[in-house]
Each structure stands twice: as structure tokens, then as C-alpha cells.
């Protein structure tokens, strides 16, 4: 049970960090540059937290590596998508 609540959060971190990034993208392009600015705050934060749990739990890692590169991909496309800019 633990290991699947590990996949649920690993793949909702890296759908956030990466619907973060793309967002923060599309308002550097718009000359939001402060809201771009606490928006990376708030990205860095996700993924030191990323890191650390990578680090410290080095054992069965690929597949929550994989988990969240799935997340980061599928943040990505909706937030290109399907969030009307």
C-alpha cells in the first residue's frame, strides 16, 4: 500500500513540477516576470524534494523515477493543451 501511495505522489510531484515550468515559461513570454519569479520559488521547492527522496530511498527507484517522468510529461501537454492561454 505504501509503495503505491509512493507512485500516486511521485507521479502528481512531477505532473505540479512540470505544469509549473511550462506555466512559468508561457508568463516569461508574456513579460510576467515576478509572477514567473515566485513561481520558480515554488518549482525549486518541488524539486529539491524530488531529490532528496530520490537520494535517500535509492532502493526500487526505477519505477518511481519512471512514475514521475510520466507525470512531468503528461503536466506538460496539459497545461499546452488543454489550459487556455
Same mark, same amino acid.
Given at each position: 500500500?505504501?509503495? *503505491? !501511495?509512493?507512485?500516486?505522489?511521485? &507521479?502528481?510531484?512531477? /505532473?505540479?513540477?512540470?505544469?509549473? $515550468? =511550462?506555466?512559468?515559461?508561457?508568463?516569461?513570454?508574456?513579460?510576467?516576470?515576478?509572477?514567473?519569479? *515566485? !513561481?520558480?520559488?515554488?518549482?525549486? &521547492?518541488?524539486?529539491? /524534494?524530488?531529490?532528496?527522496?530520490? $537520494? =535517500?530511498?535509492?532502493?526500487?527507484?526505477?519505477?518511481?523515477?519512471?512514475?514521475?517522468?510520466?507525470?512531468?510529461?503528461?503536466?506538460?501537454?496539459?497545461?499546452?493543451?488543454?489550459?487556455?492561454?
Amino acid at each position: 500500500m505504501q509503495f *503505491l !501511495l509512493n507512485i500516486l505522489m511521485y &507521479f502528481a510531484v512531477g /505532473f505540479l513540477e512540470m505544469f509549473m $515550468a =511550462t506555466q512559468r515559461t508561457y508568463w516569461i513570454s508574456k513579460g510576467r516576470s515576478r509572477a514567473a519569479a *515566485l !513561481l520558480v520559488f515554488f518549482e525549486s &521547492f518541488v524539486a529539491m /524534494f524530488v531529490i532528496y527522496q530520490v $537520494a =535517500t530511498n535509492l532502493n526500487n527507484n526505477f519505477l518511481l523515477i519512471a512514475v514521475y517522468s510520466l507525470g512531468n510529461a503528461i503536466g506538460t501537454y496539459v497545461n499546452l493543451e488543454k489550459v487556455p492561454f
